[in-house]
């Protein structure tokens, strides 16, 4: 069964620093991996995807890495800001057993504070 | 930009009421999804419909039933709502299965 976990739970950071955060999954049969932020009562907003053949990918700030082999992903932000601060998810996309279709397996997420 | 959008921001119902969640999309996405989020349980998925009128059971479909009459619809109902039910409800749709998925605003339902 696959399992992601997102290591630590929580994270605190001044302002300016970059911010590293970790996804790790069991299973490297995974056809992409997404990731995820999520402010306090709301939705996820999608901020990246990486295809399973791809080793990164950027937007702006934002840079996520894939390792299949070891079964890693990181998301690292740039030159942190207090805008920043939210909960960061990761979720791997993998076929389901019983049939062709797929779904997303979330981690539990990680809790950034970024602090002016 | 894809817009996801969710009938209500917070909803407050009674045990044994008939719940009926609306999601809409705009962007002609074949798939769309129904998940719930629980604290200490992250994310799961109950739903989802790869087009109109089909839909697949997720890994907790117990106590919910969904309906997909048009292409940007899905619907998520629960039957007889129970106090287990109080959770955050997530939709989300996209393009193919190995596309992104976007997400919207979610509802938060609480069951008296």
């Known amino acids: 069964k696959q399992e992601v976990t997102q290591i630590p739970a929580a994270l605190s950071v001044p302002e300016g620093e970059n911010l590293v955060l970790n996804c790790s999954f069991t299973d490297s049969a995974i056809y992409n991996l997404q990731w995820f932020r999520q402010d306090p009562g709301k939705g996820l907003t999608s901020l990246l995807l990486?295809?399973?053949?791809?080793r990164e990918q950027t937007s702006g700030r934002l840079n996520a890495s894939l390792d299949k082999s070891s079964g890693r992903s990181t998301l690292y932000i740039a030159a942190s800001q207090p805008g920043d601060s939210a909960t960061y998810l990761c979720?791997?996309?993998?076929?389901?057993?019983?049939?062709?279709?797929?779904?997303?397996?979330f981690g539990a997420g990680t809790q950034v504070v970024v602090t002016p | 930009d894809v817009k996801v959008t969710q009938s209500s921001r917070y909803l407050v119902k009674r045990t044994g009421e008939k719940v009926f969640l609306e999601c809409v999309q705009d962007?002609?996405?074949?798939?769309m999804f129904w998940y719930r989020q629980d604290p200490g349980l992250g994310l799961r998925l109950i739903y989802f419909?790869?087009?109109?009128?089909?839909?697949e059971k997720g890994d907790i479909p117990e106590g919910y039933s969904v309906s997909r009459e048009k292409k940007e619809r899905f619907s998520l109902i629960l039957e007889s709502a129970s106090t287990n039910q109080t959770s955050m409800y997530l939709c989300?749709?996209?393009?193919?299965?190995?596309?992104?998925?976007?997400f919207g605003p979610g509802t938060r339902l609480t069951v008296t």
């Open positions: 419909s790869y087009d109109v009128k089909m839909k």
């Open positions: 979720a791997v996309f993998l076929l389901m057993t019983t049939d062709s279709w797929g779904k997303l397996q």
């Open positions: 989300a749709s996209s393009y193919g299965q190995l596309h992104e998925q976007y």
């Open positions: 990486i295809q399973s053949s791809q």
């Open positions: 962007m002609d996405h074949e798939n």
